[in-house]
C-alpha cells in the first residue's frame, strides 16, 4: 500500500487546489455562473399546466349540464373530507378568461384540461346539449387567442350519472366512443391532441372494487375485472372514434398512472427487474394496450375472475397511439430476486419521505424510470408527462405570499430526472405541472393544495406561489432553474 505521511498529503492536496482554482472563472457576489451541465430542453419542447373539469369547473347546476357520478358521490356524506363538493371549485366555468390569464403570464405552450362529459350529452348519451359545447368553444377560443395549445382530455373520471350501470355496463364504452367523436367533430377544427382517458385505476380499481371514489361501490373481482376491461375498452374504441371523426390530422394517447418502478442499483439485473415489473404490475391496463392483448401472467392470477373479452375488444384496445401520456408521483422501488417473476417490489420504511399526501412519496428518479421502463418495454412515438406535481400545506404569509420552497425542490429534483431522459434520447415532447391551481382534490376535497397558484375558496382570489414564479423562469429559459 502506497502511505503517505499526513503532511505529504496535505501539500498535494493543496497544489492540486491551487491548480484546480487557476482553472476555475471568477466570480463576484451577486453573479450566476453558469451551470457546468447545461440543462435545457429541445427547442420544441411543450412545457404546460394540467387541471380536470370536475376539479375546476363548479358550475355544477349551470349551462345545461347533467350530474355525474362524482356530484352524487361529493354529496353523499361521508365520502369527501368534510363533505366538500365540486359544486362551485375553482368556478373557471366563470373565470375561465381569468385563468388563461394565468397561463399567458407563466409563458406556457400548451394547456391540459379535460371536458365535462355531462355537459355535452347530460343522459350520457342522446341529445346533445349546445350550452355545454359552447362554453368549451369559449375557453379554447380564448386560449388560441393567447397562442397556448389545448390538450384535451375527454374522460376524467366525471361519468354521467344516467349511464344505467356506469363502467359495469358495456354499454358505457360504447356511449363513450359516441362522446368521443361528437367531440371529435366539432373541436378537431381547433384542437389535435386528445387523450381518451385519466387514469384507468382510479376511475375502475378506487371506484368499483375500492370504493373510495366514484360510485363508492366493493366490488367482487371478477365484476370489478370487467369495470377494467370497460375502462379499456372505452379507450380503444374512443382512438377509432376521433381518428373515424376528426377534420384533419390529430395527435391521440390517453393519461396513465402507469406504476413507475425504479432498480435499487443501476445495473442490468436490477433495470431488467424494472422493466419486468413495469410489464406485470400495469397487466391489466398499459400493458394490454400496448401489446394488444391481456399478458398471460394476468390471465392466470385472475383465473375464473379473467374478463369477459368479445372479439373485436383487443384489437381496438390495441390501436396504435400517437402518444402514451404519463402521470407521474411516486416510485416503487425493485431489486431482481432471481425468481420466476424476476423482482421483487421493496418495502418502504416509516421513514420514507412524503409530501402533504399521505400517498404522495417522494421519489424524483420516477420520472427518468417512468419514461425509460415505458420505452425500452414499448417504444412508443412520443411521451407527455401528462402530469407532475405536489400538495404542500400552503399558507399565506402576512404579506400575502405563498413560499412554497418545498414545492420548488419536488419540482426541480423531478425535472432534472426528467432532463437525465431527454439527454439520453427518449421521446419525451411535453410536460404538464398539475396543478395550474389548487383545486377539489376528490376524496381529499379542499384539503390538499396542488395548486402552483394559490385559490383562497372564500373570495376565488388566485395568488402566484413561489412555485410559479420559478415555473415561470424554466419555462422562459427552457431549462431546469
Ligand atoms: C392524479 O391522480 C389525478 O389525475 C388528479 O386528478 C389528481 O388531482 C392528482 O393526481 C393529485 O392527486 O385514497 O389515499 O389511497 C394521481 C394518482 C391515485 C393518487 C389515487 C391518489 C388515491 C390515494 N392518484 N390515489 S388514497
Not at 370504493?211 to 365484476?223: I, S, T, V
Not at 425468481?339 to 399526501?357: F, H, K, L, V
Not at 394559490?454 to 395568488?463: C, L, M
Request: charged share 20%; hydrophobic share 35%; proline share 6%.
Amino acid at each position: 500500500m502506497n502511505r503517505i505521511s499526513r503532511r505529504q498529503f496535505g501539500k498535494a492536496a493543496a497544489a492540486a487546489a491551487a491548480l484546480a482554482g487557476a482553472s476555475l472563472p471568477k466570480f463576484s457576489f451577486g453573479q450566476t455562473p453558469p451551470h457546468p451541465v447545461p440543462r435545457t430542453f429541445p427547442r420544441d419542447f411543450v412545457w404546460g399546466c394540467a387541471t380536470a373539469a370536475y376539479q375546476i369547473e363548479g358550475g355544477a347546476n349551470e349551462g345545461g349540464r347533467g350530474p355525474s357520478i362524482w356530484d352524487t358521490f361529493s354529496h353523499t356524506p361521508g365520502k369527501t373530507y368534510n363533505g366538500d363538493t365540486g359544486d362551485v371549485a375553482d368556478n373557471s366555468y366563470h373565470l375561465y378568461k381569468e385563468d388563461v390569464r394565468l397561463l399567458k403570464n407563466l409563458g406556457v405552450r400548451g394547456y391540459r384540461m379535460s371536458i365535462s362529459w355531462s355537459r355535452i350529452f347530460p343522459e350520457g348519451k342522446g341529445q346533445p346539449n349546445p350550452a355545454g359545447l359552447d362554453y368549451y368553444n369559449r375557453v379554447i377560443d380564448e386560449l388560441l387567442a393567447n397562442n397556448i395549445t389545448p390538450y384535451i382530455t375527454l374522460f376524467h373520471w366525471d361519468l354521467p350519472q344516467a349511464l344505467p350501470g356506469g363502467w359495469q355496463s358495456r354499454d358505457t364504452p360504447h356511449a363513450y366512443a359516441d362522446y368521443a367523436a361528437f367531440i371529435a367533430r366539432h373541436l378537431s377544427d381547433r384542437v389535435h391532441h386528445f387523450m381518451t382517458t385519466n387514469e384507468f385505476t382510479c376511475f375502475t380499481d378506487i371506484g368499483y372494487r375500492e370504493g373510495r371514489f366514484a360510485p363508492g361501490l366493493k366490488l367482487p373481482d371478477g365484476e370489478a375485472n370487467q369495470v377494467r376491461h370497460h375502462g379499456i375498452l372505452a379507450h380503444g374504441l374512443g382512438v377509432l372514434a376521433i381518428r373515424a371523426n376528426a377534420k384533419g390530422a390529430v395527435q391521440v394517447g390517453l393519461a396513465e398512472n402507469a406504476k413507475v418502478f425504479v432498480p435499487v442499483i443501476e445495473d442490468d439485473t436490477n433495470i431488467e427487474a424494472a422493466r419486468r415489473a413495469t410489464r406485470v404490475e400495469n397487466a391489466p391496463f398499459l400493458t394490454a394496450l400496448m401489446e394488444g392483448k391481456y399478458p398471460d401472467i394476468y390471465l392466470e392470477q385472475q383465473g375464473a375472475n379473467a374478463p369477459k373479452v368479445e372479439s373485436g375488444d383487443m384489437q381496438a384496445i390495441g390501436s396504435p397511439l400517437d402518444f402514451v401520456g404519463l402521470n407521474i408521483y411516486d416510485p416503487d422501488y425493485v431489486r431482481a430476486d432471481g425468481s420466476a417473476r424476476g423482482y421483487i417490489i421493496e418495502q418502504r420504511q416509516t421513514s420514507y419521505p412524503r409530501m402533504a399526501s399521505s400517498w404522495l412519496y417522494l421519489g424524483p428518479e420516477a420520472l427518468y424510470w417512468g419514461v425509460r421502463n415505458v420505452c425500452d418495454l414499448w417504444h412508443p412515438k412520443g411521451i407527455y408527462i401528462t402530469e407532475n406535481g405536489c400538495s404542500a400545506d400552503d399558507v399565506l404569509t402576512p404579506e400575502g405570499r405563498i413560499e412554497d420552497t418545498e414545492r420548488v425542490m419536488f419540482l426541480r429534483n423531478y425535472l432534472t430526472h426528467l432532463h437525465r431522459a431527454v439527454a439520453e434520447g427518449y421521446p419525451v415532447k411535453a410536460y404538464f405541472l398539475w396543478s395550474l391551481l389548487d383545486n377539489f382534490e376528490w376524496a381529499d376535497g379542499y384539503s390538499k393544495r396542488f395548486g402552483i397558484h394559490y385559490v383562497d375558496f372564500a373570495t376565488e382570489k388566485r395568488t402566484p406561489k413561489l412555485s410559479a414564479e420559478w415555473y415561470k423562469q424554466v419555462i422562459a429559459r427552457n431549462a431546469v432553474v
